[in-house]
């Protein structure tokens, strides 16, 4: 696999905002960091060295809610090496002249960050050039990757190699398998694999005095298990490097799933409103007993949202009835009861509900058959399966299909969003999540649904009058929240407040959120606050024992030394 080259997009805007040039880092003078740069230089070559406004302005997080401001986290340079042994060169440089630094995979964090740093003023160090699929085996089911590894990288290997394997995606498929685990993120096919840091398996990582460590089967020289047996002996650490900054990793194992037989969709619809709860409750039963193990998906016929069956097929959503319409769009919010009976007056299901299956065509049937007598129960629920297809999909379909993510292919599509628009008279170049975690029941779906709108109607927030949780987990509900971003300082000051509330009035329900921005690290920290925040004072007391400098990406996700968070005197 080739190295990944340093350039702009032809459509890429050009740098504007305030001027990135030689931008220190905190507590570090000049001489000093000239000195580092200078001995990063010597490890990596001049040519993976960056310090020009040009280069810098890639590392800028685009999707910014602090873009041009003061308090934007911007990189003071940044370096790219090849291999893991340059790495741990870096790294001791950097302890040598007390250079904060800030590791990324491929940088396509958007929404949670993009490639800036948690701290301003850091040396990023992009381990794009770090692209080798290190083992991959069929037999085992398993692969080993490094950090500049792609969803894109992976797909082509395995179809290359004409393996019978299958890997799970999130949407986007540019970012790095290592990297996407590492910050909690997920995909939409079986369970476990679409939660990607429990398919992890193993990890080789540079601690932050520059000695490089493997976990779990791995610390035995020569394992041959070190992707088969994830607890090791010990305590299992691997844990310690997800949402952390405890050290580089620049190897990771992942499992990876049996290429499927067979696929099909099945589609249940329940007439009411209220028919939510016991739908849910049925169904987490259906996952905990293993009978359902794709991802369900969420939407309502009544609203105006297809199944992501009638999506796949490429039917048009169906026009909503003008009574329904009228329901939906009234400013004073949208009346349940008022919505319920005009649904169920006009004979339309108030929720579908997908299940898509995976395997041997007779375990699919039997699957479904499950579901429906277990959601039978629920008066006037339908039922329909749709045609059992065989895999993997011919390119003619794949080019037919809109969502491949559930037949674990890779995409862009995701950026299929249609024309820009604008929020509070901006134009918005992109989104910030608020992802909240919130119990898998009806009962707490409703309140949420209802809440979030509510403050989305306050604000005059862009998008659906209902936003529908999502069922990446097995046993909590996500709801993932984009909210608009602009290029306007006061705009963006009313988005923060607009997350800031949403952040308090989901702690104040015992919804505490699972991903963030780094705008909002402390923030979000402050809400897992049990025992007078027992929880950030062991994170901080490891941080001390593991980076006594304080140099491996301060703040991130709230974690600093007691060294950084006072200036040097």
């Not at 986007?172 to 679409?194: F, H, I, K, Q």
């Not at 007056?345 to 065509?361: E, I, K, T």
């Not at 559930?406 to 299929?416: A, V």
């Given at each position: 696999m080739g190295h990944a080259k340093r350039c702009r997009p032809s459509n890429s805007p050009k740098p504007s905002g305030r001027s990135l040039t030689m931008r220190l880092p905190p507590n570090v003078g000049q001489a000093d960091f000239t000195a580092a740069l200078k001995a990063f230089a010597q490890v990596v070559g001049e040519q993976w060295l960056y310090t020009s406004d040009e280069d810098l302005y890639l590392y800028r997080d685009s999707y910014s809610i602090l873009w041009g401001e003061a308090d934007e986290r911007t990189a003071s340079a940044a370096v790219a090496p090849d291999n893991a042994d340059q790495v741990v060169e870096l790294v001791k440089i950097a302890n040598r002249y007390r250079i904060p630094i800030y590791p990324i995979s491929t940088g396509k964090n958007l929404g949670y960050g993009g490639a800036a740093p948690a701290l301003a003023g850091s040396v990023v160090f992009d381990l794009k050039r770090m692209n080798r699929i290190v083992e991959?085996?069929?037999?085992?089911?398993?692969?080993?990757?490094?950090?500049?590894?792609?969803?894109?990288?992976?797909?082509?290997?395995?179809?290359?190699?004409?393996?019978?394997?299958?890997?799970?995606?999130p949407s986007?498929?540019?970012?790095?398998?290592?990297?996407?685990?590492?910050?909690?993120?997920?995909?939409?096919?079986?369970?476990?694999?679409?939660n990607h840091f429990e398919a992890q398996c193993g990890v080789e990582v540079v601690l932050p005095n520059g000695?490089?460590?493997?976990?779990?089967?791995?610390?035995?020289?020569?394992?041959?298990?070190?992707?088969?047996?994830?607890?090791?002996?010990?305590?299992?650490?691997?844990?310690?490097?997800?949402?952390?900054?405890?050290?580089?990793v620049t190897k990771m194992g992942f499992w990876l799933m049996p290429a499927p037989d067979n696929f099909a969709t099945g589609t249940v619809n329940v007439p009411k409103y209220r028919d939510l709860i016991p739908l849910v409750d049925i169904i987490g039963r259906l996952e905990q007993s293993k009978i359902v193990q794709g991802v369900w998906n969420l939407s309502s016929p009544t609203t105006g949202t297809p199944p992501f069956a009638a999506h796949e097929a490429g039917a048009a959503p169906k026009p909503v009835d003008p009574a329904i319409a009228a329901i939906l769009s009234d400013p004073g919010?949208?009346?349940?009861?008022?919505?319920?009976?005009?649904?169920?007056?006009?004979?339309?299901?108030?929720?579908?509900?997908?299940?898509?299956?995976?395997?041997?065509?007779?375990?699919?049937?039997?699957?479904?058959?499950?579901?429906?007598?277990?959601?039978?129960?629920?008066?006037?629920?339908?039922?329909?399966?749709?045609?059992?297809?065989?895999?993997?999909?011919?390119?003619?379909?794949?080019?037919?299909?809109?969502?491949?993510?559930?037949?674990?292919?890779?995409?862009?599509?995701?950026?299929?969003?249609?024309?820009?628009?604008?929020?509070?008279?901006?134009?918005?170049?992109?989104?910030?999540?608020?992802?909240?975690?919130?119990?898998?029941?009806?009962?707490?779906?409703?309140?949420?649904?209802?809440?979030?709108?509510?403050?989305?109607?306050?604000?005059?927030?862009?998008?659906?009058?209902?936003?529908?949780?999502s069922t990446i987990f097995e046993r909590a509900f996500l709801f993932a929240v984009g909210l608009p971003v602009t290029r306007s300082a006061s705009v963006n000051a009313k988005l923060r407040g607009i997350i800031?509330?949403?952040?308090?009035?989901?702690?104040?329900?015992?919804?505490?959120?699972?991903?963030?921005?780094?705008?909002?690290?402390?923030?979000?920290?402050?809400?897992?606050?049990?025992?007078?925040?027992?929880?950030?004072?062991?994170?901080?007391?490891?941080?001390?024992?593991?980076?006594?400098?304080?140099?491996?990406?301060?703040?991130?996700?709230?974690?600093?030394?007691?060294?950084?968070?006072?200036?040097?005197?």
């Open positions: 991959i085996d069929e037999r085992h089911g398993y692969v080993v990757v490094e950090p500049g590894v792609s969803y894109f990288d992976l797909y082509h290997h395995i179809q290359e190699k004409g393996l019978k394997l299958w890997i799970d995606v986007p498929g540019w970012g790095s398998v290592l990297g996407n685990a590492l910050d909690g993120g997920v995909g939409v096919t079986l369970s476990p694999y679409r000695r490089m460590m493997r976990s779990g089967m791995g610390a035995m020289p020569g394992a041959k298990t070190w992707q088969q047996f994830k607890p090791g002996f010990g305590p299992r650490i691997d844990g310690l490097f997800k949402q952390s900054n405890y050290g580089i919010g949208v009346d349940m009861n008022k919505l319920d009976v005009a649904a169920q007056s006009r004979g339309l299901a108030f929720w579908a509900c997908d299940f898509n299956f995976y395997g041997p065509s007779k375990l699919i049937q039997a699957q479904w058959d499950c579901v429906c007598d277990a959601l039978k129960v629920i008066p006037g629920a339908t039922f329909t399966l749709g045609e059992i297809r065989s895999l993997p999909l011919s390119p003619e379909v794949q080019a037919k299909t809109r969502d491949l993510g559930p037949f674990g292919i890779p995409t862009l599509k995701t950026f299929d969003l249609g024309p820009m628009f604008s929020y509070d008279g901006e134009d918005v170049v992109g989104h910030i999540f608020f992802s909240p975690v919130i119990p898998r029941t009806g009962e707490a779906a409703i309140e949420a649904m209802n809440l979030f709108a509510a403050i989305g109607r306050k604000y005059k927030l862009p998008g659906p009058p209902l936003q529908f949780p800031r509330e949403l952040v308090a009035v989901s702690a104040e329900r015992g919804w505490g959120e699972y991903r963030t921005a780094p705008a909002f690290y402390d923030l979000i920290m402050g809400t897992y606050s049990y025992n007078d925040h027992a929880l950030r004072e062991f994170l901080e007391t490891i941080k001390d024992a593991v980076d006594p400098n304080g140099i491996m990406s301060p703040g991130r996700y709230a974690i600093r030394s007691r060294y950084r968070k006072q200036p040097k005197s």
